[in-house]
């Protein structure tokens, strides 16, 4: 790393100014400059614009418009702002709708999918999958008399791309893996594994929750057939707001959703008394979607496609190349180890750092010394490295507080049992 | 009605002036005062409160506290508000959760108890219900090798509820209804539907979703088993705020979510990789709730438990006895039909209005003269009586105004084409 010889504030400082994006910053609100937020991985930052977004939502399209702006808006906003982050994530226009939950979003599609696959009996996965995945999972192949099979991480950092590959066979009806996995940061090349499920004539399923807004998703290059993720991390939708599906166009009209509600009617306001689906991604929605979370998706994702998604993936390297080298020269001689791949091109915007006292670790950065990440069991903080509004300065100034922590013993002042919701 | 004889503006408002309900509209956004908006049973007005408390979710919960405010209220709300919500629906503390939206809500409950009924393969119904859940319903029935049953109203505005409780059987697995129907406004007696389907052997669930915050809904008295509902209508919760489910306490434990996601994981911050539910209510819920919609929800169930059910139900019937006695004397002989039924203890909140030209006559309702009802094909008007906004001057003036558009023939430059989405 060329940088890692110029090591200091001043040097970081200059990073900033050098770097071509870094005025998206200003477009969040910061009300507290002094802390180091490493969480935007868990829940993005608020933009600017969504204040004023909402706030126009609020009074003018709920308060003032009523009902009336079912018809001036809110119908389509679904598939509005899906049209733009299909643009971040490599899918046509109409092939991306927000709706319910990750989760959610999840069971519709792998009910769907195991439909269309009848005489299969395998969902294939990882243990590196997000756990609610793999809830969802197991709840599809029991309600479906199927079997999920759990692929083994070796080292419980990179994904076992090689053993799925080989596992897949005829009885597989779905492959369905994070694209980014939650713990290490791990980014599975999803053209190889789709291709290999296709081969099988399996399907494949990616959920983006960690791609989306942070690494490059190209889900029609890889010819993916179908994707969930979650809009409240990178594209900074808000806490719980409404997650999104991918079904590609040509599998839509193939495809039936099991939660077949009024909004994923072909037209909604006949009120027939028997089902019949939309046309298109429309008929993957079920029952009518929060508002105002769904609105507050829209600013987030377009402050991503303002910046350019090759751009804000490039930026995210360089932050994530510049910590781990800080991390090569502060913190490795400290006992801590990394738990993220090396090379940036298997690794999303996150670094894991496993340390024996991890857990209090965490708390003391939170109570003593205002930085903010976040821990996963049983021995990963989170340090999420948010492209448009985490710095160069502010990681230089996460590793120097990291570093007093351990030096000067603070954790030891706190109690494991302390650790809640982060 | 001692009303009627007196129908006049000033009469209308002296019945305001001595309700002692009124003074709650002052508590709501009302921006146009010449706007009658009688379409609260779609989606309610704006509460005051609620956007001070959106202001403080935005803008110190996500924009300052960011990830902490989820161990700071944000995973409790959800059973936090359906506790307050509990209160208005005759269910105990525990028992209430917000979660998803009500299609999906019903989708879980459907599948939990048709799981728990293995034996039985009917779902019983009622051809007044919200299509919406019919194809819940349907989708719940083809996914379980089960048979939906459609018991047909004979009059298509009262519930069959004799031959409801005719057909249900010891091949009854569930009855599920609407308690308040969305057309008509009839309003089912739970109890007795719910005591039939328990001497069989079967379950009941109940779509609360027109009747909560409008009609006396004691789930307890009518030991109900499992109930769902919408909190945009008469809680004013805002448009698509995530529906509420309650199951019952006793059956909390013998029931599993089909939908099992991380937040109904018994530890969601163990990420095990094998799900186990949660105890109690908290099992029903699947993935990350939309905070922002959902924290708007509590603020309109505040104001109705300020208000006091027994108290707004009261004022709901007086309102709509009002605007019958008007329909009686004004109306009646212009061509309308009552399509709601005429005793108040069998009906919601709403009146529909049947006629010839309803269609066209809504439409000039909205673009004409300044009344916001909504119309449900084929032919109803429905005059939605939101007990905490709507006055009596309104339907006083509402009345006025539907003679005038009937008199004067002003649908007339309408095209019945041209209905939008209210």
Redesign the interface.
């Known amino acids: 790393m060329s940088v890692a010889a110029s090591f200091s504030l001043a040097a970081a400082r200059q990073l900033d100014a050098a770097d071509p994006l870094t005025a998206f910053r200003e477009r969040f609100?910061i009300?507290?400059p002094d802390l180091i937020?490493l969480?935007g991985n868990?829940?993005g930052?608020?933009p600017r614009a969504?204040?004023a977004r909402?706030d126009e939502v609020?009074?003018r399209?709920?308060?003032?418009r009523?009902?009336?702006?079912?018809?001036e808006g809110?119908?389509e906003a679904a598939g509005r702002i899906g049209d733009k982050i299909a643009r971040l994530v490599g899918a046509a226009e109409g092939e991306v709708i927000l709706a319910?939950?990750?989760?959610?979003n999840l069971?519709k599609l792998t009910?769907a999918a195991l439909a269309a696959r009848p005489d299969r009996q395998t969902i294939l996965t990882d243990?590196l999958n997000?756990?609610?995945d793999?809830?969802?999972l197991?709840?599809a192949a029991a309600?479906t008399g199927r079997r999920v099979r759990?692929i083994p991480a070796a080292d419980g950092i990179h994904g076992p791309a090689e053993a799925i590959c080989a596992a897949i066979n005829d009885d597989t009806a779905l492959v369905s893996l994070s694209h980014t996995v939650f713990k290490s940061g791990y980014v599975y090349d999803m053209a190889t594994i789709t291709a290999a499920a296709h081969r099988a004539g399996a399907l494949a399923l990616w959920d983006l929750s960690h791609s989306a807004g942070s690494v490059l998703v190209d889900l029609h290059g890889a010819a993916a057939d179908l994707a969930v993720g979650?809009t409240?991390k990178y594209l900074n939708g808000?806490?719980?707001?409404?997650?999104f599906l991918y079904v590609r166009g040509d599998l839509q009209g193939a495809l039936d959703n099991?939660?077949?509600?009024?909004?994923g009617?072909r037209d909604p306001?006949?009120?027939?008394?028997?089902?019949a689906p939309a046309a298109g991604r429309q008929r993957f929605l079920?029952?009518?979607?929060?508002?105002?979370?769904?609105a507050?998706v829209e600013p987030g994702v377009e402050l991503l496609l303002e910046a350019g998604m090759a751009e804000v993936r490039a930026r995210s390297v360089r932050l994530s190349e510049y910590l781990l080298a800080l991390y090569d020269e502060r913190l490795a001689s400290l006992g801590f180890r990394l738990n993220s791949p090396r090379d940036p091109a298997r690794r999303g915007s996150h670094i894991s750092l496993g340390h024996e006292e991890g857990l209090r670790i965490n708390l003391a950065l939170?109570r003593d010394v205002n930085v903010?990440p976040?821990f996963?069991?049983p021995d990963n903080i989170r340090l999420g490295i948010a492209p448009l509004y985490t710095t160069f300065s502010e990681l230089y100034e996460a590793v120097e507080r990291l570093r007093r922590v351990v030096v000067e013993r603070l954790y030891e002042r706190h109690d494991a049992a302390d650790l809640?919701?982060?």
Chains 1, 2 share one sequence.
């Open positions: 609100v009300d507290d937020y969480d868990s829940l930052r608020l969504t204040v909402l609020i009074q399209e709920w308060g003032q009523l009902v009336r702006s079912w018809g809110w119908f319910d939950s990750t989760s959610v069971y009910l243990d997000f756990p609610s793999l809830y969802i197991q709840s309600l759990v979650c409240y808000g806490p719980g707001a409404p997650a099991p939660i077949s509600g009024w909004i009617q306001f006949d009120f027939a008394l028997d089902y079920s029952g009518t979607p929060p508002i105002l979370s769904l507050a939170i903010l976040d996963r069991r809640r919701v982060t």
